[in-house]
């Protein structure tokens, strides 16, 4: 069982609008609510077209499409988000995904930190990170901050 990344296209959009829009990814985001089709476009044109420092990978299982993590870059601090279907979770995807993505950071050598901003409630993200070596750093309103 392999779990590959590879970087967003054009043909990935409706992809990621289904998993943005299930209840059990958005329900600890910051708007916890689906996006419309019209303002997930422009969201993700800015990752494609790189209007925007960032990067949106595809998390692949066996070649299938299954999650996605992104990458926004500011200054010396890089900021992860992650999100795996329901379906495939609990296989360790969203582990190797991290971990893959943090050393793709430390060899690009462009930030010295990874963050991760979590709800305090979201318990499997918060075992999950600290798994890959996160620590907690502070705590803004009712969200976490943790560093690698
Ligand atoms: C958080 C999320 C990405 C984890 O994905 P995943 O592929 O299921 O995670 P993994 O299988 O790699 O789990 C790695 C470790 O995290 C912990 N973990 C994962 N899910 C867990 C859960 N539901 N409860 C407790 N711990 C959990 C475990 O320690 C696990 O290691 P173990 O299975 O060896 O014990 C996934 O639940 C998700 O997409 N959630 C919705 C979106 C979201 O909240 N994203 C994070 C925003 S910061």
Redesign the pocket.
Known sequence: MSVTLRTAEHQDISFLWYLRNRP??YR?FKHPEPVSWEGHVEWVMCYLLGLHTGELKIIQWNALPV?QVRLDYEEEEVEI????LNE?????????SVEMVCEMVKSGGGAKHVL???YKD????I??FE?CGFVQKGQVGDFLHYIL
Request: charged share 25%; proline share 0%; no cysteine.
């Open positions: 059990d990814v600890f999650g988000s992650i999100s795996i495939f979770r609990g296989k360790g995807i969203a582990l190797r991760a901003e979590i979201n318990q499997a993200s075992k999950m798994k």
